[in-house]
């Protein structure tokens, strides 16, 4: 009987830094022995293996993609060699496959399939924001992106107000890069002015900012968002 091989999911780095900085060294043991690999973006994963792993050959690697134009039906046969045998890592485009991530598809077809599944431990944006914004970490709900447009973006930051209020609970949310001093002018625009907000930018970079301020703090603030990752957190 031909044993199943596993799906590990493996972090990578939330930018340009050194992965040794960020990442625990099962990552680099785990790529070092996988050659197969389903990936956001070809380009992005090469030059993360390249950067944890150097001597690692580039051209006995095989890459799959996955993203928001992947239809369901393909991803099924992206598991076929862990059917015969073969380990595949996943690799999202920045920190942890599967959250916030079209990793998450692979990783419930490989439940379906019985085929062992394995996060490695690595940086996720979304719970470092949360674990450094002093906002209620007991219960909160990660959201997204918010509307684009400007009458239902302030009615969603409403919602999402009102939601923290009635339930106590911290509301995450991130914003398009270019977008995200937009995303801030609407923030301090529309909620109430005691209502706590959390700027959390370039998590594990050398330029990380993370503040956590009152709204009515918040205006008096110079900050520039612009195409720096960026979570925000709000609470009431």
């Known amino acids: 009987m031909n044993l199943k091989g596993k799906i590990y999911l493996i972090p990578c780095t939330l930018g340009i830094t050194n992965p ?3 990442l625990p060294l099962v990552v680099k043991k785990t790529i070092e022995n996988i050659d197969i ?3 956001e973006n070809e380009k992005n ?3 993360f293996i390249k950067n944890i792993c150097p001597k690692k050959s580039q051209p006995l690697l095989t890459f799959k993609i ?3 134009y992947t239809l369901d039906s393909e991803i099924p046969e992206m598991l076929n060699p862990c059917m015969a045998g073969q380990h595949i890592g996943v690799i999202s485009d920045a920190g942890c496959p599967g959250i916030a991530d079209p990793g998450a598809s ?3 077809q490989a439940h379906l399939k019985g085929i062992k599944v394995i996060p490695l431990v690595g940086p996720s944006s979304i719970l470092l924001a949360m674990m450094a914004s002093g906002l209620n970490g007991q219960s909160f709900s990660f959201n997204g992106y918010l509307p684009i447009d400007k009458k239902e973006r302030k009615t969603e930051i409403k919602r999402l107000e009102k939601l923290s209020s009635d339930f106590q609970q911290s509301q995450l949310f991130i914003e398009t890069p270019y977008r ?3 995303m801030f002018e609407s923030l301090i ?3 109430h002015s005691q209502t706590m907000l959390c700027v959390a930018a370039d998590i594990t970079l050398p330029t990380e900012y993370i ?6 703090h918040w205006k008096k603030e110079k900050i520039d968002l612009h195409k720096r990752p960026t979570l925000f957190i709000l609470q009431k």
């Open 180 to 182: 995200n001093n937009q």
């Open 45 to 47: 994963a090469r030059r």
């Open 211 to 216: 503040k956590t301020f009152t709204v009515d």
């Open 106 to 108: 692979v990783v419930e």
């Open 37 to 39: 690999f389903i990936v």
């Open 189 to 191: 625009k529309n909620l």
């Open 20 to 22: 040794i900085e960020v």
């Open 66 to 68: 996955i993203n928001k």
